[in-house]
């Protein structure tokens, strides 16, 4: 993921700041959708 390798090994300090601090909501963002995703899968099988 981009924003978690930059928040790790950025050289800007400014941009690494700004990912280290948006990286949780976008982790959350990404479980939500791929619970989503999961869900709306398993009701188009049925």
């Known amino acids: 993921m981009m924003f978690q390798?930059?928040?790790l090994t950025g050289k800007d300090p400014v941009v690494?700041?700004?990912a280290?601090?948006?990286l949780p909501t976008?982790?959350?963002h990404?479980?939500?959708i791929?619970?989503?995703d999961?869900?709306?899968k398993?009701?188009?099988v049925k």
């Open 26 to 28: 976008l982790k959350a």
């Open 42 to 44: 398993n009701l188009a």
């Open 20 to 22: 280290e601090q948006t």
């Open 5 to 7: 390798d930059y928040a």
């Open 30 to 32: 990404l479980a939500a």
């Open 34 to 36: 791929n619970a989503l």
């Open 16 to 18: 690494r700041s700004f």
């Open 38 to 40: 999961v869900k709306y």
